[in-house]
Structures are given as structure tokens and as C-alpha cells.
């Protein structure tokens, strides 16, 4: 194991743990790091994803009952928030100003393994994980959740947070009930990041008033396209608003539609484990900053394109058991392209002979899909069998063409060009509609697929193009 990070120390904390693995994925997600010196606990855990950086503070605690209301409140308000927000702060300077002094373990012998970016690049997200004051807050109000109020300072409101004096920026509070859904429903680092930008950017038009729970404000960031709708005036947002969309028919044709997302979190954590464990049959030795280059670009798509990208692999890894396949698939992100390369399998024969091969049809076709778009940056190539092959593999690569000059671009075209790479008649174009809330909200349309059959007929090629397009049809 190429190192050991801890799982949690309390009980909150292993819930944070495990619920942000599922949603950010292990190699992006370390708690209970310490500092340099002394030796002392710096956050109970971070999250570290290119130039994004979260930070989740969790001091929750018991709520007292004195009879004093007010009291109680802001005892409550200062051990769980304040203090956790005070930390926040201290971390966030610590990791800015010593990147280097960063550790997994209390003796500070194991450096933290990820790469953080320097102080100028960095965006950071602070997140307070307050627990345990909800039982309180339904007996007094009726509503089981901390209220969100932007013009509220520190502990002057019951139940409510707004800004704290004790962080520069927002902190965002996630109470028993919202950290659960937040982190299910935005369960990718990128889902996740824009809905916290696109929060603090409500907060500060200064025509967003209140919420009676974070659950209200991310039903109505999802219902309308993954924004808050721009309004002129003053407004507060409609109560018991999530319960309403999640009740939904069109909001859980969605949920469900996104099970075949996690496909893809799968190759992730699949590739990645097999790397921290040194158990890849090719790629151990490569750096950790190498590695974590690769899947980061994967980790990088939203649910929604996890779920596109799953369905088209899926698909196509059926097709591969008649004839091997190749396709160029979409990304949400504007610089990347990925090549998928599916073949049937060694037949019985070589392995390793077939393997080799199945890895230089990658390889080129990786080259050839720079000349088809020459304005992305990385091209990811994955390689796998048909479904359900006998002692299948897969095989991952990364081009970085930000060097690349006019000359390397032709000759990219002449590897497309003398291979029929991509090409129209050795390619069937398909197209993608997909409904993100299946049956009550518009189709997404996605950049066409270049999918590549050869070796068959003419009347091989249109049926497997009809198939590829009935499929498509049925699952929009």
C-alpha cells in the first residue's frame, strides 16, 4: 500500500469519511490531517482535487438544556460553528502558506500523498459540519432543519446561520439532514463545487433572504437546471420545497436513470486502488502525480455525463462480443476527449500478444483523435473487452497535446488519414438525447458519436448503426 490515511476518528467523522469517499472518491478525500509543527490535528478532512480545495471542519456537539433558550443556542452555536469555522480559517492559512508540512498521520511521518496547488491557483470551499441540534430546532419550530438567513450574524438568529465573523468568505453549514442529501445528490466533486459557488454567488446579489433549510435551496438549484434563477427583487424561498421535487415522478426517473452512472465511478476507483494497492500490471511505477492526472480528468465529469458515458460504454461492450469497437465519446469538460477501444476478447488464444495489440489500436486512435479535435487538450483512451469475456482487462492512457505544434497536429491527421481512424465510411455517426429528469424536463443534446466497425459488410455496418440508434432512441 503506497500509503495510510485515516477513516475517521468519532463517529461524525467516519460518516463525513465515508459519505464524501462515495461522493469525491477515495484518492481525492483524506481526514484527520496534522500539521508540522506540532504534530497537531490540522482539519478533519480535506478534500483536494486540482487547483479545488474543501475543507470540512466537523465539531458537533450535544445541545445543552439549561432552560435558557438563548443560551442554549449560542453555547451550541459557538462549539459547533464558531469553533468550526475558527479552524477552517487556521487550516486554510496553514495549507496556503506551508503546502510541504501537510501529514496523514499525528506523528507527521507520512506527508499528505496529493499535490496541492499553490496559493495563487487555489480555490478553496469551507464547509462546517454541524450535528446534532435538530431535535431541538423541530421542538421549538416545528421544522427539523437550520434556517438560512444571508443578513444573519454569527449566533444572533435561533437556528439560523448566515455569515460568521470568524472565516474572510461563506461558510457552509451542513446540518444532520442536509449533509446526507447534499452529498447524494451532488455526488461528484464537480456537481458539488458548482452548487457551493453557485450559492455563495446567491448569497451575495443580496435578494436572497431565507430558506427554511439547505435541503429547499438545492431542490430549487436542481429543479431549474443546476442554477438559481436571477430575480430582481427581494425574495425568500418556498418552505418544504424539497420535499416537493423529490416526491416527484420526473425527479426520480432521474435518481434512477443515474444508477448506470456509477459505471464509471467504478473504472475510477477500480484503476485507483489497483495503483495504491501496486497491483496494476502495467503502470505501478508511474508518480503519484501521474496517476492521480488521469483519473482526475475522468472524476472531473458531472453525474449527468457519468451516466452518457456509462450507457454508451455499456452499450458498446455488448456490440463488442460480434465485432471489436471503437468510439470517440463526449465530455462535459470543453478540453477533453475520450477514445473507449472495445475488442472481443483473446478468443482463446494469447493474451498478452492480444492485449499488446488491443493497446496500440488505442494508442493510435488516441493520436488520430486529436486531428479530429484539434482544440482539446487531453485525449483519454480506455481499452476493455466485450461483456462478459473470460480473463478480460483494461487498459488506460492519457495524451497532454498542450505542446503540440502544426506539424505534430499533421501528423496526427496523417495517422487518421492512412488508418481511417474516425472517418467518414469507415464511421457511423450517432447522435445522443438525454433527459437529465426523464418525462418533465428538455433533452440535453450531446456532440455526436464517431463509432468505428470495421471489418464488417455494408449490411453488418447498418444494422449495428440501426441498433446504436433504437437503443439511444429508447433510453432518451
Not at 177 to 202: G, N, P, Q, R
Not at 300 to 310: C, P, Q
Not at 320 to 348: F, W
Not at 439 to 451: C, E, F, M, Q, T
Request: hydrophobic fraction near 40%.
Amino acid at each position: 500500500m503506497r500509503f495510510k490515511r485515516s477513516e475517521g476518528l468519532s463517529a461524525s467523522e467516519k460518516l463525513l469519511a465515508e459519505l464524501c469517499d462515495r461522493s469525491f472518491l477515495k484518492l481525492w478525500t483524506y481526514p484527520n490531517l496534522f500539521k508540522k509543527p506540532p504534530g497537531k490535528e490540522l482539519i478533519d478532512l480535506l478534500v483536494v482535487f486540482g487547483n479545488d480545495v474543501i475543507i470540512f471542519s466537523d465539531k458537533s456537539c450535544s445541545y445543552p438544556n439549561t432552560g435558557d433558550a438563548d443560551l442554549d443556542w449560542s453555547r451550541w452555536y459557538r462549539k459547533s460553528i464558531a469553533d468550526s469555522a475558527h479552524q477552517i480559517a487556521q487550516a486554510e492559512r496553514w495549507i496556503r502558506s506551508c503546502p510541504d508540512r501537510v501529514f496523514l498521520d499525528a506523528k507527521c511521518t507520512e506527508k499528505l500523498p496529493i499535490e496541492l496547488p499553490n496559493a495563487t491557483d487555489m480555490r478553496v470551499h469551507r464547509i462546517c459540519v454541524a450535528l446534532g441540534a435538530l431535535d431541538r430546532a423541530e421542538a421549538e419550530t416545528g421544522t427539523r432543519a437550520l434556517k438560512i438567513e444571508p443578513a444573519v450574524l454569527n449566533d444572533a438568529g435561533r437556528f439560523t446561520v448566515g455569515r460568521t465573523d470568524k472565516a474572510t468568505s461563506w461558510v457552509h453549514v451542513l446540518d444532520d439532514t442536509s449533509l446526507m442529501t447534499v452529498l447524494s445528490e451532488l455526488s461528484t466533486i464537480k456537481d458539488f463545487i458548482h452548487y457551493l459557488d453557485s450559492k455563495v454567488a446567491l448569497m451575495e446579489t443580496g435578494n436572497f433572504k431565507f430558506a427554511e433549510a439547505e435541503t429547499d435551496l438545492l431542490a430549487r438549484y436542481l429543479w431549474h437546471d443546476r442554477t438559481f434563477p436571477i430575480v430582481e427583487v427581494p425574495y425568500r424561498i418556498e418552505p418544504k420545497l424539497w420535499e416537493k421535487v423529490e416526491a416527484s415522478p420526473e425527479f426520480l426517473a432521474g435518481r434512477e436513470a443515474n444508477e448506470v452512472s456509477y459505471f464509471w465511478d467504478g473504472l475510477i476507483e477500480y484503476i485507483s486502488d489497483r495503483y495504491l494497492n501496486e497491483t496494476l500490471e502495467f503502470g505501478n511505477e508511474y508518480s503519484m502525480s501521474d496517476h492521480e492526472r488521469i483519473v482526475r480528468t475522468m472524476a472531473g465529469e458531472t453525474r449527468f455525463f457519468r451516466r452518457i458515458l456509462s450507457k454508451a460504454i455499456l452499450e458498446r461492450a455488448e456490440i463488442a462480443k460480434q465485432q471489436a469497437i471503437s468510439t470517440l465519446l463526449p465530455s462535459d469538460q470543453g478540453d477533453v476527449s475520450y477514445v473507449l477501444y472495445i475488442g472481443r476478447g483473446d478468443q482463446g488464444g494469447d493474451h498478452a500478444a492480444y492485449r499488446t495489440e488491443r493497446a496500440k489500436n488505442l494508442q493510435l486512435r488516441c493520436v488520430a483523435a486529436k486531428a479530429v479535435n484539434p482544440e482539446k487538450r487531453f485525449v483519454v483512451g480506455l481499452a476493455m473487452d466485450a461483456r462478459g469475456v473470460k480473463g478480460s482487462s483494461e487498459d488506460f492512457f492519457l495524451i497532454d497535446t498542450v505542446g503540440w505544434s502544426a506539424e505534430d497536429i499533421g501528423r496526427a491527421q496523417k495517422v487518421r488519414t492512412d488508418l481511417g481512424y474516425f472517418k467518414a465510411g469507415s464511421a457511423i455517426m450517432s447522435r445522443i438525447s438525454e433527459d437529465e429528469y426523464p418525462g418533465g424536463r428538455k433533452a440535453v443534446d450531446v456532440p455526436g458519436l464517431a463509432n468505428e466497425l470495421s471489418g464488417l459488410t455494408v449490411s453488418e455496418s447498418i444494422e449495428l448503426a440501426a441498433m446504436l440508434k433504437t437503443r439511444w432512441d429508447r433510453s432518451g
